[in-house]
C-alpha cells in the first residue's frame, strides 16, 4: 500500500540550507502531497550470457493509489527495470546504499531503465508530468528520451542541487566531477491504463571509469488539465 511522506527533500544537504531556501523547496517542488510508490523490483539478467534467452518484455508494475488528484507519486528507482542487454553484458548488478533524506536506493543509469503503471480509471483524464531525480558523473551527452504513451527528450538536470553525500550516493571510488538535480517533462496525456514509462539515454560518460550515474527517483505529478503550468505535448 502505497504511503504519504513529510520528508519530500531530494540530495540536498539540510545543513547547507536556511529556512527560506527550505520553504522554497517545499512550494516549488512540492505544493501537493508526496505519495510513495511501493517498491518493486524487476529480476536482474546479468547472468543471462545467451542475448536470446533476455526477457525484454516483462516489466515492473506500479499500482497507482486511488486518490484525488493533485499529488505527486514517487517511485524509487529501485523499482525500474534494467536494459536487458545491457546489464547481461556487464554482468553484474550495481548495488547502492540507501540515501539518507529520501530512503530511496535508486537504479544505475542503463541506457534504457522501465516501469509499468497500473492506473485507476478515475485517473486517466489527468495530466501526467514525469520528474526525475539523477546523480551522474559529467559526459558530452545529458539526455533523456522520456516515453509515456508518447516521447519527449529533456537534458538530464534542468535544476541542479547539492549533492547530499557523492561518495555515499554513487560508489566510493568516484573521482570525476558530479552533477545532481532534477529535470521535468512536458504533462502528459491519452497515455492508456496500463502505460510503460521507458526513460532511454545516449548518455557518454568523459572517461571509461567509474560509475555512469544513477536515477534515484522518479515521480509522476498528477493534476487536473486545466492547472498544469506547461501546455500539454502535441
Known amino acids: 500500500?502505497?504511503?504519504t511522506s513529510n520528508t519530500p527533500f531530494c540530495l540536498v544537504d539540510r545543513n547547507t540550507l536556511n529556512e527560506k531556501e527550505i520553504s522554497?523547496?517545499?512550494e516549488t517542488l512540492y505544493k501537493y502531497p508526496l505519495v510513495l510508490a511501493d517498491k518493486v523490483k524487476a529480476p536482474t539478467q546479468a547472468h543471462i550470457n545467451n542475448i536470446g534467452d533476455l526477457d525484454k518484455k516483462?516489466?515492473?508494475?506500479?499500482?497507482?493509489?486511488?486518490?484525488?488528484?493533485?499529488?505527486?507519486l514517487r517511485?524509487?528507482?529501485v523499482s525500474l527495470k534494467q536494459d536487458p542487454m545491457d546489464e547481461?553484458?556487464?554482468?553484474l548488478v550495481y548495488e547502492f546504499p540507501v540515501e539518507p533524506v529520501t530512503k530511496c536506493t535508486g537504479s544505475f543509469l542503463s541506457p534504457t531503465l522501465s516501469v509499468k503503471f497500473k492506473i485507476p480509471e478515475s485517473l486517466r483524464n489527468k495530466a501526467v508530468t514525469i520528474r526525475i531525480m539523477s546523480i551522474f558523473t559529467e559526459g558530452k551527452r545529458e539526455d533523456f528520451h522520456v516515453e509515456f504513451g508518447y516521447a519527449e527528450t529533456v537534458p538530464f538536470v534542468m535544476e541542479q542541487m547539492k549533492v547530499f553525500n557523492k561518495f555515499e550516493t554513487i560508489k566510493d571510488n568516484v573521482v570525476e566531477p558530479c552533477k545532481c538535480g532534477i529535470t521535468t517533462t512536458r504533462p502528459f496525456l491519452d497515455y492508456g491504463k496500463e502505460p510503460v514509462?521507458?526513460?532511454t539515454t545516449s548518455y557518454e560518460p568523459n572517461?571509461?571509469?567509474?560509475v555512469r550515474g544513477k536515477v534515484l527517483f522518479v515521480e509522476l505529478i498528477f493534476t487536473d488539465l486545466q492547472k498544469t503550468i506547461n501546455k500539454p505535448l502535441q
Open 75 to 77: 517511485i524509487d528507482g
Open 24 to 26: 522554497n523547496i517545499k
Open 58 to 72: 516483462h516489466y515492473p508494475e506500479i499500482n497507482v493509489p486511488e486518490r484525488a488528484a493533485p499529488f505527486i
Open 207 to 210: 572517461t571509461i571509469h567509474g
Open 88 to 91: 547481461s553484458r556487464r554482468g
Open 1 to 3: 500500500m502505497a504511503a
Open 197 to 199: 514509462l521507458n526513460i
